[in-house]
C-alpha cells in the first residue's frame, strides 16, 4: 500500500484550542510573526475582505514562511446576526497546508486562536508604546475583544489599576466586571470623553461602526490600542485624532486599506516588527499620543496554529481523520 494512503488529517476543535492556548506561547508566537514580518522572512498574500449579501463579511488571509515550511490560510468574518442565533459573530477556520505537497495538514478552529492572538498583539503594543507609568484605562467594549485586551494589558503593564469600560448599550455589565474585579478598580465610564481625557490607554474594541469619542477629550501622553476597523468602511477613531499622534501598525498596506489609517493614508506610519527588530526606533515624549492601528496579520495565526498543531502532534490530542491522496 501506497505511504500516501495512510495520510491522515488532524482536526483541533474549539476546546483543544483554549486548552492549548497558554498566554506566554501565544505571546512569543506573536512576537515571531511581528520579527518575521519585519525581516520579510514571511510573507502576507493580499488579503480578500468582503461584504456578503446576508450582512456579514467574508475574508480570508494567508502567508508562508519558506524557511519553515510553513503554510496556510484563515477563512474568517463577521456575521451579526449569530448574535440572535445564541452565536458568536466572530468566526474563523484556519488551515496548515504542507507547501511541499499542497496536502491540509491540520485545520484549526480559529476563534480562539484569533482573540489571543490580537490579545497578545496588543499587549505588544502597550509595551512599546504606552507610557511604562500609565494607570488608568478606557476601554470600549465589554466582548471577547475588548476581555482579552484588558486581560493582557493588566497582564503586561502592572502600572494599570483603574478601568472605566464604555458598553453598547451604556449600561453596566456584571460580567465584565466580575472578570476583572480581583485585578483592578473596574466601573462603567458614565461619560465617554471624560473617561478618555483622564486615562492613560484607550483599547477600542468595538465592531467599528463609527467615531467612538470626541477628538478634544483626547489628551497628550495617552496610547491607544485600535482593535475594531478591519474592513474598508470601519472606524473607531474620530477625525483629528491620528494627525496629532505617532502611528505604528502590524502591517502598513493593510493598515492604510482597512484600519483606521484608511481614513488618513498618507500620514507617517511605521511597522511594530521593525520596532521590535530596531529596524525603527522610537522615542516616546511624556505628551506624545500614540496609535497601534491592528488588522491582524496572516502570520499571527500561522505562527500560533503552527505551535498548537505540534504539541497536539507530540501529545497525541485532537481528531485524526484518514486523510488518503
Known sequence: MPANSAAQLLLLDKHAVEAALVPDDVLAAVREAFILHSHRQGRVFPLIREKLATGGVFGIKAGDVGRQNLLGFKAAGFWPGNR????EPHQATIVLIDPATGRPLCILDGNAITTARTGAAGGIGLQALARPDSRRVCVFGTGVQARVQLSYALAL??????????????GPSASFEAEFAGRCQIALATDRNAAVAASDVVITATPGGGALFDADALQPGTHLTCVGADTS??????????ERARIVADDLEQAR???????????????????????ATFQRQADDITVFDMTGLALQDLTVARFLHERAVADGTGTRLAWPW
Open 84 to 87: 440572535e442565533r445564541g452565536g
Open 157 to 170: 503593564l502592572p502600572s494599570l489599576t483603574e478601568v472605566r469600560y464604555v458598553s453598547a448599550n451604556g
Open 233 to 242: 468602511g470601519k472606524r473607531e477613531l474620530p477625525d483629528g485624532v491620528l
Open 257 to 279: 486599506s482597512i484600519g483606521e489609517c484608511q481614513w488618513s493614508p498618507d500620514l507617517h506610519c511605521i511597522e511594530i516588527g521593525d520596532l521590535l527588530t530596531g529596524a
